[in-house]
Every structure is written in structure tokens, then in C-alpha cells.
């Protein structure tokens, strides 16, 4: 029983970190997409963005629900401490989020008149002030929040230091890029070129900020440093940075030589690698750098009931998600269009 009780937590936590990726991959380039309007002026064009993914956007978010519910039903002490350290963050990317979705909505039904401008402009915010939120989050947690006896004891503004605000505006351009090298994919003409001279600049920025984050983030706690740097630790996570210089290579030979999906695949391999590199980093941490995923979980009888459920319900969750892409997989033009 003691083994099965270890195990349980480490199952959930692998549970939810492929949420969180999955979250990212899929909610990233359109949030990405929302804040390259900033970059296109073009009506047509900005048309044939918006066309990309409107059969899809509003179910990427599916994966961010799961991952809170795993959160509150699975690691209820991680939730009840993470929760009040980041009040501010979490309540500004939810509102982003639906001010986002209104404005993509009303952006249509505005359709040649002055008011979609303003739904425009909306919808740029709302993608990046999500965007930018939840690159804070990520980056409070990862240089951990003030506890005492289990309870969250810092301020409401902790999450506010120069390290979070790198990896908000890290986020920003990650999601750009993924917005860009999407739109390589799914578009044609000179929209496809503009987002190929969009996504070079990008990739540049995004791998200056993968440099900054990732000497930045062994500084923040002795384990950090330790897992990054004591042998024979050093020899697992080695292959992280390499993998991360060959894809920046691939990525940019890809641009520069035409290819339409090889980008798309390079930027969501650079999440990927990046994501990992943090679960390094930080396990077996739930609230960095004090609660461990033991300590912060549900009693093992309530966590197996749920990964029950969870077990059933994940496969149709993953498999409506890939059909809907398959569906409307493609090259979109401004003959599509979004009713």
C-alpha cells in the first residue's frame, strides 16, 4: 500500500504536466495568432488569421481545465497555497480570456463596420495580457512563494519580481512564435511570407530568452543549481540545451528553405524541451521550494477514484481534439470563411 500511495502522486503529477503541455501547444499559437494582429494591418489577412483557428480555439481551453481540476482534486494543499500567491495573475488571465473570447466573437459580427476595430484591439489585449499572466505564474512558482505550516504567508504582490516578468514576456514571444510558425502552415501568399519574416525575428527572441531564463533559474535555490550541475545529474540533463540549439537550427534552415509544418514542429519542440527543462528543475516540488508532491496531495483512496475517471474520460477528451484538427486540417484563403 505504502508503494502504491508513493506512486499515485507521481502518476498524477506526469497527468497533469501533459495537460499543461498539451494546454500550451494548443492554446499558445492562437493566443500567439491574437497578438500578431498587432503586426498585420491588412483586413483580408487578419480575416484568414482569424480563420485558422476558429473551429478550434475555444477547445484548446478544455486542457487548462483539466489541469486546475487536477490541481484542486489531486494536490489540494498545492491549490489552497498556489492560489491566494497568485490572486492577481490568475484573475487578470481569466478576464483577458473572456474579454478575448467576446472579442472574437463580436469581431465577426462587426464585420465592415467601425466597431470591429475596437474588437480588434481586443482581442490583441486579451492575448497578450493572458499571455504575459501566465508566463508570471509560471515564473512565481518556479522561484517559489513564502509558507509557513503548509499555508501560503507572503504578499499579494511577491509574484512581482524582475525573474517573473522575464518568463511572462518570454511567454509572450514564445506564443507569438508559435503563432507565426502556424500561420506558415496553414496560410498562403503573402501572408505565409510576412509570417516567415515574423517568425525569424521571433525564434531570435524567443532563444535569447530561453539563454536568460535558463541561467537565470539555477541561481534561485541551491537544489536548482545542484540539479543542474553535480554529477551525474549533469549527464541526464545535458541533452536539454543541446536538443534546444539544434532545433533553433532546424527551425531557422526551415524557414529560410520553405517548409511549411517544419517550423510549427521546431517551436512546439522548443516548448516542449523548455517545459522539461522546469520539471527538471523543480521535482519533486509542488510548491517550490518547500512542498514536495507528497505533501500537498489528496488521500491515495480519493486520488485513485479519480484517476479512474480520469482514465476514462482522457482518451475522448484527446480523441475529439485530434479528429477536430484533422477535420479542418489545410491551407486556409480568404475564400473560408468563419460564421
Same mark, same amino acid.
Given at each position: ?26 492554446? &499558445?499559437?492562437?493566443?500567439?495568432? !491574437? ?23 475555444? &477547445? ?12 484542486? &482534486?489531486?494536490?489540494? &494543499? ?6 491566494? $500567491? ?38 490583441? $489585449? ?13 515564473? !512565481? ?46 496560410? /498562403? ?9 515574423? $517568425? $525569424? ?15 537565470? /533559474? ?118 473560408? !470563411?468563419?460564421?
Amino acid at each position: 500500500m505504502m508503494d502504491f500511495a508513493h506512486w499515485l502522486p507521481i502518476i498524477w503529477a506526469v497527468i497533469l504536466i501533459a495537460a499543461i503541455t498539451i494546454y500550451v501547444i494548443l492554446d &499558445g499559437f492562437d493566443l500567439g495568432i !491574437g497578438m500578431l494582429f498587432a503586426m498585420e494591418h491588412d483586413r483580408g489577412r487578419r480575416d484568414v488569421m482569424m480563420h485558422t483557428i476558429a473551429p478550434v480555439w475555444d &477547445g484548446n481551453e478544455t486542457w487548462m481545465v483539466l489541469g486546475g481540476a487536477v490541481l484542486y &482534486g489531486v494536490f489540494p &494543499g498545492a491549490y489552497g497555497t498556489l492560489l491566494p $500567491a497568485f490572486y492577481l495573475p490568475i484573475v487578470l488571465m481569466l478576464l483577458a480570456l473572456i474579454f478575448r473570447g467576446v472579442a472574437f466573437e463580436f469581431r465577426v459580427m462587426t464585420k465592415d463596420t467601425p466597431r470591429q476595430k475596437l474588437w480588434n484591439v481586443g482581442f490583441m $489585449a486579451g492575448s497578450g495580457v493572458a499571455a504575459f499572466c501566465q508566463g508570471t505564474i509560471l515564473g !512565481g512558482v518556479i522561484q517559489g512563494v513564502k509558507v509557513t505550516d503548509g499555508d501560503f504567508s507572503g504578499g499579494p504582490l511577491d509574484w512581482l519580481t524582475p525573474f517573473s516578468i522575464l518568463c511572462g514576456l518570454s511567454v509572450m514571444c514564445g506564443y507569438a512564435l508559435l503563432g507565426a510558425t502556424w500561420l506558415v502552415w496553414r496560410t /498562403t501568399g503573402p501572408l505565409e511570407e510576412s509570417c516567415r519574416r515574423w $517568425a $525569424a525575428k521571433l525564434a531570435v527572441g524567443l532563444f535569447a530568452c530561453i539563454v536568460a531564463v535558463s541561467f537565470w /533559474t539555477p541561481l534561485l535555490h541551491a537544489p536548482y543549481l545542484r540539479r543542474w550541475t553535480d554529477w551525474p545529474n549533469i549527464a541526464f540533463v545535458a541533452p536539454v540545451p543541446i536538443l534546444v540549439i539544434v532545433l533553433g537550427m532546424l527551425l531557422v534552415r526551415g524557414l529560410r528553405q520553405g517548409h511549411s509544418r517544419v517550423p510549427f514542429l521546431c517551436a512546439l519542440g522548443w516548448f516542449f524541451l523548455c517545459l522539461s527543462g522546469l520539471g527538471i528543475t523543480i521535482w519533486p516540488y509542488a510548491v517550490p521550494p518547500t512542498l514536495t508532491l507528497w505533501d500537498v496531495s489528496s488521500p491515495p483512496s480519493s486520488q485513485f477514484f479519480q484517476l479512474v475517471g480520469t482514465v476514462i474520460l482522457l482518451p475522448i477528451i484527446l480523441t475529439y481534439t485530434i479528429y477536430s484538427y484533422r477535420v479542418f486540417r489545410g491551407k486556409v484563403t480568404e475564400t473560408d !470563411g468563419y460564421h
